[in-house]
Structures are given as structure tokens and as C-alpha cells.
């Protein structure tokens, strides 16, 4: 690998589990898998800047040669070629400061654009391949705080704070050593002062790394807010609840501000007081500097260069406590990061994954003794010792009241989730058994709340099949009776149908899903009431396309409309989890049970007696 490419995922994931405790600046240890790969442009940067750190202290240095040669010499002569000489040497150290400063500033900010657009891809790509389980209990919201608020944190340190301080690192005890080496009696003094500054300084950044981590969680509130309000628009205005959720928003940020606030108050304790007592205690240096020069034991020269290391010193220990905030908050972002990073799926890859076997005329499907809990409700059973065959080629209907368990099958067929016991395979091979790709390329799934990306009509439609040629993609939108109302829009195929697909109509959007489904053409179609949204003449279409859509596949539907259920092969009746009847329609009528009093409220029919 190049050092230049982006850093593959797995090396994240395992530094996530090895995360330190929270709180910690060590958190930002997190962010090292992502560093190596760049590990020459980071050697790079450190040299550009201990460069442009050593031309910042040879600067004294060149002062003091200036004053003690340049302007206190007797003959004005020499006085005037010295200075010559010394102003151009000065130009000559200024010249490299910036070049040196530049190159570095450069590299360091390469670095943090690179590092922080690879951390979110991390991140990302994982949310991705985490089971509905992880969105059980995390929030949109939350995610994209993190992806956003949390890596520009990131890129901060990286790209400059991180920069600063090890420059300023370096000039700081560049400076010190140049003191002590100059004036070692009075330095020794001014260090035994400066280590009682450390101690407040501790207990200030606990404070602070404690207040940095809750003001992004607060910040990340507001976001969870205004990411769920801002995806049900239509049903905020529709309840006329606009000013109860700018309210809520209101109060979120405000939460957000107030921890904020103390943060920054802390931190402004924190930089006052490490900036007062350092400038006291070199302030105290320089006293005795002064006094060193009256009684001749230092030419002024010398004073000089201790006045611009006092300066640098103290400079170097301002721009660290501002850096050392910078990394309090950004250990904060970081620990968050790598949280969402060392978060597992429950459904994980097999280790050994096996083939499904060829198929022709559709996949064969088999629940055996299956019972599931979904983890937020462990002690409700979504299903209970189901048992079902599914032939291939076959059509089933899978009928009940609401919560019966009908879609709990297709997130079992689709391996969003686990059995807690029993079995489901497909083609005679255990889902947990076959890997999650294979598995759901051989699945097409027509949901009840069809999603439409932000995205042409054409690209919705491909996104069944993306390598799928224009004339296949209009075929598709053919047969699922689209392609008269997409060719009706605008800019046709390649009208932009708005975020979420509002300029469509619910039944227009429920066809442009079922045209993705078709392009897909996977022997094994899951219909989760695909034609809901349809008004009955739209209906009697997709219908028709959807039947032509079954053959030679198998297809199980899920449908409360039984009108739509009653030419299948077989009907499986649910019930709190269970299977308690299965048959034709006209079996399941004559029966009278279950089925049979849902048909009598549809059909305004009379149940057989039980």
C-alpha cells in the first residue's frame, strides 16, 4: 500500500478495542492506525518543523552578535560593515523561518484533511455493515454529530493543534536550555517555580476533559433532534407542532451552550493562570538578568538574547495551554469515534462462509423451529416454533394481524438479525452459514415504506443492479408500470426526484421500488405489502407486473390487503408469533378460523362455523 491511499478498516477497529479509559489524552492514541500509513509525510512534517524551531532560537543568538558587534563596537567603520553583515544574516535566518514554516504548515494540514477524510470513511463504512440491533439504540442524529462535529475535532488537532504544540514543545525547551546554559544560577530558581505551576494545572484539565466530552454529547443531542424532526416534516406541520419542536431544539442547544460555557470557563482558569504564574516566574528570571548586566557580569548583548528566550518561552507556554485544551476536546471526539468504531454486530460474517448452490425457477426457504425475541423487547417473543417449507417456484402469502410476526420472517431470510433458536436457511444452507453478500444478492426486497435516494429516477432504479445498462433500467420501470409517469417528469429518467422522492406520489414511489426489485431479478422476491400505497387502477398494474415478476421464482408476500394474497399457492396465517393456519384461500375461508374472519371483514363474506 501506498502511503497516500486511505487506511483499510480492520486496523481501526482493532485499535477501537484497545481504547483507554474516558477522559484520557491517551484517547488520541485511537487515531494511530490511521497515522501509519503516512508515516513519511509525519517525518516529513517533523522536520519541517524542528527546522523552523531551531531557525526561531537561532534568532537570539544572531541578536546578541548584533548588539554586542554591531552597535556597541568603538570604530564606527566596523560599526557600519557589522551591521551590514548582521542585518543580512538576520534576513537570511528570516528567510528560512519562512520557508521552513511554510513546508511544514503544508504537511501538517495534508495531514489532517487525509487523516480526518479516512477516519470518517471508517466510520462510516462501519456504521454500514452494523445490524438493525446497533439503530435500536443509536440515533441518526448521534452518528452524524460524530461524523461531522467529532472528526473536524479530529482534523483540528491533527491538521494544526498537534502541529503548534510540538513546535512550540520544541522552542519552549530550546528556550529553557538556552537560559539555564546562559544564566544557570537564575534559571534553576525559575524552575523550581514553574514545577509548582504543574500541579493546578492537573486538576484544571481533569475539569476540563470531563466538560469537553459532555458538551459533545449535548452538542450531539440537538443534532439527534433536528435529524428525526427534520425527516417527518409532513407530520410536524400536519400536528401544527412547529414552535413545540423549535422549543425542544431551543432547549437542546441551550444545553449545549451551558456545558459550553463552563468548559470554556475552566479553560480560560486554566490559560490565565498558567500564562500569569509562567510570565511571573520569567519575569523573576529577567530581574536578575538586569542586575547581572549593571554589575558587568553579562554584556548587553547578552541581555538581549535572554529577553527574546524569556519571549519565546513564555510564548511557546501560552500556545501550549491553548493546544492543551485543543487536545482535551479532541480526546473527547476521539474516544467517541472510536466507540462507534469498536461497536460489533451480533451478525457477523461466518468464518468459513459456504456457496449457495446454482438455482433455476427460484430458491428454496426453510424456517425449522424457529424463535426469536428482538433485543430491545427480550422478554417478548416475536416468534414461536415456526416451522415452514418453502418450495421453489413457490408463491406464499403470509397473512395475520398487526405484530403477528409476518415481518420478522424477512428480517430472518435477510440475516438483519439471529434466531435465538432453530434455523433458517435458504437452498438447503443455513443463512448464518453463507456469506451476508451472497446471501442478499440472491434476495429482492419490495418494502412497505419505499426509499428513494436524493438521486435521478434512472440512478433509484439502477440502484437494484448498478452495472445495469439505461435500456435494461427502462425495461425494469416497463414492467413495474413506471414508465409512463417517469417519462411524464421534467428531465424524464433523469429528473432529480427531491430527497426522500417527495415530488412523488406514494404510489409512484412504491413502482420505481418495485422496478428496482425486478432489475435485481433475484430468484427469491420478498413483497412486504408492496402495493399498499397503490390506488386500485394502479394496483390492478403493478399486480399484473408483479405476477409476471413470480415466475420462475419464489416469492413471499406479505399482504393485509387479502385481495391481493388470493391467487398465491399457499397462505400462512400468523398469529403472536405462531403459525396457526396455512392453506388456499378458499381452504382457509371454508375453515373458519382466523383467515377466515379477516377475508369476512374484507369481503364482507360469512365465516364457516368453527
Request: proline share 5%; aromatic share 6%; no cysteine.
Amino acid at each position: 500500500m501506498s502511503a497516500d491511499t486511505a487506511t483499510p478498516l480492520p486496523a481501526p477497529v482493532r485499535a477501537a478495542e484497545r481504547t483507554p479509559a474516558k477522559g484520557s489524552p491517551k484517547s488520541l492514541s485511537g487515531l494511530l492506525p490511521f497515522l501509519r500509513p503516512y508515516r513519511g509525510r509525519i517525518a516529513l512534517a517533523l522536520l519541517f518543523l524542528v527546522l523552523a524551531a531551531a531557525t526561531t532560537l537561532v534568532l537570539p543568538v544572531a541578536l546578541k552578535s548584533l548588539i554586542d558587534q554591531g552597535l556597541v563596537s568603538a570604530d564606527p567603520g566596523e560599526r557600519v560593515m557589522a551591521l551590514r553583515e548582521h542585518f543580512f544574516a538576520l534576513f537570511l535566518v528570516g528567510a528560512a523561518l519562512g520557508l521552513f514554516s511554510a513546508a511544514r504548515f503544508y504537511m501538517v494540514t495534508w495531514l489532517g484533511e487525509r487523516v480526518t477524510a479516512d477516519l470518517r470513511n471508517a466510520v462510516y463504512g462501519h456504521v454500514l455493515r452494523q445490524s438493525p440491533e446497533f439503530f435500536e439504540t443509536t440515533q441518526t442524529g448521534e452518528v452524524l454529530s460524530r461524523l461531522t462535529t467529532d472528526t473536524t475535532l479530529v482534523q483540528t488537532v491533527v491538521g494544526s493543534s498537534l502541529s503548534m504544540g510540538l513546535r512550540n514543545t520544541v522552542m519552549g525547551i530550546g528556550a529553557l536550555l538556552m537560559l539555564v546554559v546562559t544564566n544557570p544560577y537564575v534559571m534553576t530558581q525559575v524552575l523550581g517555580i514553574l514545577v509548582l505551576v504543574v500541579l493546578p494545572s492537573l486538576y484544571f484539565g481533569r475539569r476540563v476533559r470531563r466538560l469537553s466530552r459532555a458538551s459533545q454529547d449535548r452538542v450531539a443531542d440537538s443534532s439527534a433532534i433536528a435529524a428525526e424532526v427534520l425527516n417527518a416534516i409532513p407530520v410536524v406541520q400536519g400536528y401544527v407542532q412547529e414552535r413545540r419542536e423549535s422549543e425542544r431544539f431551543v432547549l437542546a442547544t441551550e444545553n449545549a451552550f451551558d456545558t459550553a460555557r463552563r468548559r470554556t470557563g475552566v479553560r480560560s482558569a486554566l490559560v490565565a493562570f498558567i500564562i500569569s504564574a509562567t510570565f511571573g516566574a520569567l519575569l523573576w528570571g529577567l530581574y536578575q538578568g538586569t542586575q547581572a548586566v549593571l554589575a558587568g557580569r553579562i554584556t548587553p548583548g547578552h541581555l538581549g538574547q535572554t529577553v527574546v528566550f524569556v519571549i519565546i518561552l513564555v510564548g511557546s507556554v501560552a500556545v501550549l495551554s491553548e493546544v492543551y485544551g485543543d487536545l482535551l476536546r479532541a480526546a473527547g471526539a476521539t474516544e467517541r469515534l472510536m466507540e462507534l468504531l469498536a461497536a460489533k454486530s451480533p451478525v457477523s460474517e461466518p468464518v468459513s462462509p459456504r456457496a449457495l448452490p446454482a438455482t433455476q425457477g427460484g430458491s428454496a426457504v426453510r424456517f425449522d423451529g424457529v424463535t426469536f425475541h428482538y433485543p430491545s423487547r427480550p422478554q417478548q417473543a416475536a416468534l414461536t416454533d415456526v416451522f415452514l417449507d418453502v418450495r421453489p417456484g413457490e408463491t406464499l402469502a403470509i397473512v395475520g394481524p398487526s405484530g403477528a410476526g409476518k415481518s420478522t420472517l424477512f428480517q430472518l431470510l435477510l440475516r438483519f438479525y439471529d434466531t435465538r433458536r432453530g434455523s433458517v436457511s435458504v437452498d438447503g444452507v443455513p443463512v448464518n452459514e453463507v456469506a451476508l453478500a451472497d446471501l442478499r444478492q440472491r434476495i429482492g426486497i419490495v418494502p412497505q415504506d419505499s426509499t428513494i435516494f436524493s438521486t435521478s429516477a434512472m440512478e433509484n432504479i439502477r440502484y437494484g443492479r448498478p452495472e445495469a445498462g439505461d435500456d435494461e433500467v427502462v425495461a425494469a420501470a416497463r414492467a413495474a408500470f413506471a414508465h409512463d409517469f417517469i417519462t411524464a417528469l421534467p428531465e424524464g429518467y433523469g429528473s432529480f426526484l427531491g430527497e426522500r422522492g417527495v415530488r412523488l406520489s406514494g404510489g409512484q414511489r412504491q413502482r420505481i421500488a418495485i422496478a428496482r426489485a425486478m432489475l435485481k431479478n433475484p430468484p427469491l422476491l420478498l413483497l412486504d405489502e408492496a402495493t399498499s400505497a397503490l390506488d386500485a387502477e394502479s394496483e390492478r398494474m403493478v399486480q399484473a407486473a408483479l405476477e409476471a415478476a413470480m415466475r420462475d421464482r419464489t416469492t413471499l408476500v406479505i399482504a393485509h390487503r387479502l385481495a391481493t394474497v388470493q391467487r398465491a399457492d399457499r397462505i400462512v396465517v400468523l398469529d403472536g408469533g405462531r403459525i396457526v393456519e396455512a392453506g388456499t384461500h378458499a381452504e382457509l375461508v371454508a375453515r373458519g378460523g382466523l383467515y377466515a374472519r379477516l377475508a369476512a371483514m374484507q369481503f364482507d363474506l360469512q365465516p364457516a362455523a368453527a
